[in-house]
């Protein structure tokens, strides 16, 4: 039937949207709600698709890993590397503030980036691990059924993911990490740890990261080090702007509407160019959504859905 691929895609869409909107609640978790400039969203996704990878996929002799546990397994344990990676991490850079974080953190994702692409006992090296699991497979093949299935199992994790971190952003941790925020001496004056809860911010949030990691790399069947380039920090950052930092609900709204644009353009320089200028031209998807952030920032400065301003403590 004709509307079959239609459906297809929608889902394939859907599933990307999905695991975008988890990195993006993360980052909101991070930046939205504490404060902290991580440009290192990259490093982190890496560090969950390959544990999970590794943890799920089949034994290969010249390659570390391949334990053959349950996709579930795989993606607790991609959220238990990511949060170890963030905990290592956060120890040592939450100490410095704003700029001084993102260039270390940035820092940090070309680290594990390069390390993936060298380490090749571990990571597969260029050649990427393939052969990693895919849930329902087995029964329901690899055509729709599968994909609306995977769909539903990734709206189920982000379903999940926006619960909990309604319910933690609503409470009394959720109110220090926007006293933080705001003002980070008249929090601490006031008895709260402020390191304390930007490094739990940093690492729940990474957490999340490592997760859609996992459920990038179970979907898609292979990963190697080109699909944790520093666009993609590029794109979790966008989606949060657009959508609007400071509330989850902008974070999903902005996952969605970024791949929607990014994917279309992708679409439209496949078709209007040659192959020969495609990969040039394909420098356009970034211009485009750098385009769409200048005119969220110049119409509405905290995004579709962003948090509402508040007034000033000094004001008046």
Known sequence: MEWLPVLNYLAFFLVFAGIFAVMALGLNLQWGFCGLFNVGVAGFVAVGAYASALLTGPPEPERFGGFG?????????????????ALVVGVAALRLREDYLAITTFGIAVVIQLIALNAQALTGGPFGIQSIPKPFAESLGTGLGWNLAYLGLVLAVLGLAWWALERLVASPWGRVLRAIREDELAAASLGKRASAFRLQSFVIGCMLMGLAGAMYAHFVGYIAPEDFLPVLTFQIWAMLIVGGSGRNAGAVLGAVLVWAIWSTAGTLIREALPAAEQARGAALQVVLIGVLIAAILVLRPRGVLGERATVSRHAG
């Open 69 to 85: 546990l349950p996709v579930a397994v795989g993606w607790l344990g991609a959220m238990g590397f990511s949060g170890l990676a």
